[in-house]
């Protein structure tokens, strides 16, 4: 050992202390010396020194440097833009990870002492940064996360009484925030397993009628299905509180990571009573407007309101049973009403429409037009549908061989789960087909 190279000796020496190794280099021949005293580092297995120190450092970065580090770290060691930065003064420290004992570990490499215009030598200095990584990168993530509840509570809370937010893969949850009247249920606030303590929950605090469809919902696999293919999912049910039940709407709703649901709980006890007020009322007052005078089947406004609770329970996400709608339309009405006068006309309309209520003997008939009627098709009828349709076809093409009895158009559609988003959009598509029927029917004489 030379005397310079015994000088360095006692400077890294002293450098330990502060550091977990230390690299001598000679900038102009590119020998270097490396030093520890962590046993760590040693089983490493790193060169201790040799007359190419860029070389060698990127046999050892291929060897110990954790994958997804290597390439921006030996980014930063190449010896044009070390020597560069450090006569410049902007050299700066570079943090990565070498894999110890199969983990990935922090450190930072930083200059000790630079490489000027007259000097030929630098030093580095390694140091093990991986507690101080670890918590800045936990209050990051704590940060990030309180930062995204705090979006979520202020968002969300006008709408929803309780609102948790739950990791999808590990159950983990936490609740976002919570009325008074929910706090009081002592309902754990955070938890490991969303739906492990949901299912455990049920019997204290749902109403037993609704427990069953509860504890479907709240199942991993069906919730995970039930948002399959839409952004929210809501189910209704009861919650016992200080012994009375309480009306409540649960509602599912994918993050925008889509790792993690939001569950929120909503009071709607006002709604629920406000709505069987609203339809106690609209029975009483609307009998008579929701009925068709002349065929006694339900009218127009009738159907709009069908339409329109259908739609809203679709939007809303609520479950709704399969349906399908068939469009029939009478062909020549104006023509008969224009030749035999407006009584044969009705008498025509009245048989068309006994004609389709004893086809579709379990649906609800609507008249919608003075020449137009709709079956919505639900339960029996909708899986006997093709062969309800095809029947009524048959004895409307036998009305018109003989002459006699009305000839009605019609056309069929069904609710496609998955692709339909409106109620109007099957109306589309049974009103099509009902057009391309009435047009065989006129063609074929």
Not at 13 to 18: G, R
Not at 147 to 175: C, P, Q, R, W
Not at 209 to 231: C, G, H, I, P, T
């Amino acid at each position: 050992m030379n005397s310079r190279d015994e000088i360095f000796f006692r400077i890294a020496e002293a450098l330990l202390v502060d550091y977990t190794s230390v690299y001598y280099v000679n900038a102009v021949t590119n020998e270097y010396q490396w030093y520890s005293n962590d046993p760590d580092y040693h089983s490493l297995q790193i060169e201790k020194g040799g007359d190419d120190f860029f070389k060698n450092l990127k046999i050892d970065a291929d060897k110990v440097v954790y994958e997804e580090d290597k390439h921006i770290f030996m980014e930063d060691m190449q010896k044009e833009h070390l020597i560069s930065e450090m006569k410049r003064g902007m050299m700066q420290s570079v943090e990565y990870r070498l894999v110890i004992d199969g983990k990935p570990v922090y450190h930072r490499i930083r200059v000790i002492r630079s490489v000027g215009d007259e000097d030929d030598y630098f030093i580095l200095g390694i140091i093990n940064v991986d507690k101080e990584v670890r918590e800045r990168l936990e209050a990051e993530r704590i940060e990030k996360e309180r930062e995204i509840f705090n979006d979520i509570a202020m968002s969300l809370a006008g709408h929803f009484d309780s609102i948790y937010y739950v990791e999808v893969d590990t159950g983990k949850f936490f609740e976002i925030s919570s009325k008074n009247a929910y706090k009081d249920l002592k309902v754990p606030t955070k938890g490991v397993d969303f739906f492990k303590e949901t299912a455990e929950n049920i019997n204290l605090y749902i109403h037993r009628e609704d427990r069953e469809k509860v504890a479907k919902a709240f199942e991993k696999e069906e919730m995970l299905k039930n948002l399959s293919n839409r952004k929210s999912y809501a189910i209704t049910y009861r919650l016992m509180m200080e012994g009375e039940p309480v009306h409540v709407r649960n509602t599912q709703i994918w993050a925008e990571d889509h790792k993690h649901i939001i569950v929120g709980l909503e009071n709607i006890d006002d709604e629920v009573e406000r709505e069987r007020n609203r339809a106690k009322a609209l029975h009483a007052a609307n009998a008579l407007a929701r009925k068709d005078a002349l065929t006694g089947v339900k009218n127009k406004t009738a159907y709009c309101e069908l339409e329109k609770t259908v739609q809203e329970n679709l939007d809303k996400g609520v479950d709704y049973l399969p349906f399908a709608m068939a469009i029939c339309d009478l062909n020549d009405l104006k023509v008969i009403n224009d030749t035999y006068g407006h009584k044969t006309g009705d008498e025509f309309i009245v048989k068309a429409c006994t004609l389709i209520c004893d086809t579709f003997s379990h649906s609800p008939v609507f008249r919608i037009g003075g020449d137009e009627f709709l079956v919505f098709l639900s339960e029996r009828d909708r899986s006997d549908k093709e062969i309800l349709v095809n029947k009524f076809k048959e004895m409307i093409l036998e009305n018109k061989k003989k002459n006699e009895g009305p000839i009605v158009a019609i056309g069929l559609a069904s609710f496609e789960q998955g692709s339909d988003t409106t109620v109007t959009e099957v109306f589309e598509r049974a009103d099509k087909e009902m057009y391309k029927n009435k047009k065989s029917l006129k063609e074929d004489k």
